[in-house]
C-alpha cells in the first residue's frame, strides 16, 4: 500500500511563492512516478508535473513550465512543488498522486491520491 501526504499550501501574495511537500511511503514500485495536480473549483483536474523518481526526469505543463518545478530528497522519501512567481490564475487544491511508469500527467495514471493543499493567491 502506498501513501502520499501533501502539505505546504497557504496563501501567498500574486508574485510570491510558495513550496508545498509530498511524502511518499509505501511500495515503492508503486510509487515510481509522483505527479502533481491542480483542481480549482468548477474546473477540472490539471496535471501539473511529474517526476519519475528513479531516472530523476521531470516534466512540468506548459502552463507552469518556468514558474513551477518539482523535485525530490530521496533521503527523506518526498517530492517538493516549488510554486514561484504566482499568479491569480493558480489558486486551487493541490493534489500529490503517485503511480506507476511510464509517467505522465493522465489522472488514470495515478493509483494513490493525497488529500491536497489549498493555496490561495491574492491580488
Known amino acids: 500500500q502506498v501513501q502520499v501526504v501533501e502539505s505546504g499550501g497557504g496563501s501567498v501574495q500574486a508574485g510570491g511563492s510558495l513550496r508545498l511537500s509530498c511524502a511518499a511511503s509505501?511500495?515503492?514500485?508503486?510509487?515510481?512516478?509522483v505527479a502533481w495536480f491542480r483542481q480549482a473549483p468548477g474546473k477540472e483536474r490539471e496535471g501539473v508535473a511529474v517526476?519519475?523518481?528513479?531516472?530523476?526526469?521531470?516534466y512540468h505543463a506548459a502552463s507552469v513550465k518556468g514558474r513551477f518545478t518539482i523535485s525530490q530528497d530521496n533521503a527523506k522519501n518526498t517530492i517538493y512543488l516549488l510554486l514561484n512567481s504566482l499568479k491569480p490564475e493558480d489558486p486551487a487544491m493541490y493534489y500529490c498522486?503517485?503511480?506507476?511508469?511510464?509517467?505522465?500527467?493522465?489522472?488514470?495514471?495515478?493509483?494513490?491520491w493525497g488529500q491536497g493543499t489549498q493555496v490561495t493567491v491574492s491580488s
Open positions: 517526476m519519475d523518481t528513479v531516472t530523476g526526469g521531470t
Open positions: 509505501g511500495d515503492i514500485y508503486s510509487r515510481r512516478c
Open positions: 498522486s503517485a503511480g506507476n511508469s511510464p509517467c505522465n500527467l493522465l489522472p488514470t495514471n495515478s493509483n494513490y
